[in-house]
């Protein structure tokens, strides 16, 4: 059973669309998260969850739009993409809490491609 | 050998090497490190941990060595295997940020 999954694995586009991508963990933790990482495998965190509450809004831009449904789901939405959105986007989820909790567990990650 | 440039440093060894990867982290104020591996398509993966008030702590075939004086951490692997091969990744976690943040990958390559 995959613990962390994310629909779809890859996206292609064109500027200016709006594309959403889904996040889904069996693992009953609370907290959720995405994570962009670039063309140099750099890894930044973007927006954290704990159970449907938004704790972490890093300085994003306002068309990147996370939405949790409830806390097994977090999904990333991103509106009138552009070039520099081109990256792998993982989502990851770990036990609650503001301190250490431990692991993360990640999903396989999203390519997101925009032309 | 090891090589740091513009580029992901990287790291080639032969298989039944022992593998040192390193890591300078930047908050004196860090109160975990871990490891990350991620292999070619997938997702990074938790290795091993180590709290501040540590040193050294051993997992299976791994070691990671903590120096706080010189902020630097770095993981050991024991006996390299081909599937070893992937970006290793150090993380920090300082808790006035309530997140973990990543350092740069490094590429390990291990040889047949």
């Known amino acids: 059973d995959t613990a962390v999954s994310q629909t779809p694995k890859y996206l292609v586009t064109q500027m200016g669309n709006d594309k959403s991508i889904k996040c889904e963990q069996n693992l009953g933790h609370d907290t959720m998260y995405w994570y962009k990482q670039d063309s140099k495998k750099f890894l930044k965190i973007m927006f954290s969850?704990?159970?449907?509450?938004?704790?972490i809004n890093e300085t994003v831009p306002n068309r990147f739009s996370p939405k949790s449904p409830d806390k097994a789901h977090l999904n990333l939405h991103i509106n009138s993409l552009e070039l520099g959105d081109s990256a792998v986007y993982f989502c990851?989820?770990?036990?609650?809490?503001?301190?250490?909790?431990?692991?993360?567990?990640f999903g396989e990650g999203s390519r997101l491609t925009v032309l | 050998g090891e090589s740091v440039g513009l580029h992901l440093p990287t790291l080639s060894v032969q298989e039944g090497d022992n593998s040192i990867i390193n890591c300078a982290y930047s908050?004196?104020?860090?109160?975990?490190f871990i490891w990350y591996k991620q292999e070619s398509g997938k997702g990074p993966q938790f290795i091993i941990d180590?709290?501040?008030?540590?040193d050294k702590r051993q997992g299976q075939r791994v070691t990671v060595l903590l120096n706080k004086t010189v902020k630097h951490l770095s993981l050991q692997i024991a006996a390299t295997q081909p599937g070893d091969s992937a970006v290793y990744f150090c993380a920090e976690f300082v808790p006035s940020y309530g997140k973990l943040t990543f350092g740069q990958g490094t590429i390990l390559t291990v040889h047949p």
């Open positions: 180590i709290r501040s008030n540590m």
């Open positions: 908050n004196s104020a860090s109160d975990y």
């Open positions: 990851a989820s770990s036990l609650p809490g503001t301190g250490y909790t431990g692991e993360l567990f």
């Open positions: 969850y704990n159970n449907k509450e938004l704790i």
